[in-house]
């Protein structure tokens, strides 16, 4: 088991370093995909008919601003990469795309967990090493911040944990759909 172990470990570093040797050949030594500046994405992250309406249909859908947009560009190229291929595909890009809407998600909960603890008055997520903290975030029961508090007004709390749901799927998609609840 070890010695399968540590064949992967090495093979995730062989694929980690032929990804960076694409990435310096292309981009310059140095220049990560994460810094591609605007005129590098449009000559390196090149889509097909395809991709470009699958990009075009999350940047709807989850409200994606051009950064926001470019990032999910950077993200697929450096899955590309990771991948051997030279150009994007839809599966390097729907990737990325799927990693963009987790972490707006991820924002999300969050902000509502601060919130949760601002009107409550006590730490939501309490352990004694940042391993129980984890645990606690993954497995707590999470109760509405008016138990801890007293009264708030039902819609508030209702917010609150709709923010700290644990199904992605279930939780508000943004902070603007956060925002919008809030007003």
Do not use: K, W
């Not at 994460?34 to 449009?42: D, K, V």
């Not at 008055?121 to 007293?150: K, M, N, T, W």
């Amino acid at each position: 088991l070890l010695v399968t172990a540590m064949r992967h470990a090495a093979r995730s570093t062989e694929i980690a370093e032929a990804a960076r040797e694409r990435q310096a050949a292309r981009n310059g030594e140095g220049v990560p995909n994460a810094r591609l500046t605007t005129r590098q994405i449009e000559r390196h992250c090149a889509l097909s008919r395809r991709g470009a309406r699958l990009l075009r249909e999350a940047h709807e859908r989850l409200g994606l601003s051009a950064r926001g947009t470019h990032r999910v560009l950077r993200v697929a190229r450096t899955i590309a990469d990771l991948d051997g291929a030279v150009a994007i595909e839809e599966a390097h890009l729907a990737g990325a795309i799927q990693y963009r809407a987790l972490d707006r998600r991820s924002d999300v909960f969050s902000c509502c967990a601060v919130l949760h603890e601002l009107l409550a008055g006590q730490v939501l997520f309490q352990g004694d090493s940042l391993y129980a903290v984890a645990r606690a975030v993954e497995h707590q029961v999470i109760e509405p911040p008016s138990r801890s508090c007293g009264r708030l007004p039902d819609d508030l709390d209702d917010v609150v944990m709709a923010g700290l749901e644990r199904d992605h799927d279930r939780r508000l998609a943004s902070a603007a759909a956060l925002a919008e609840v809030l007003e």
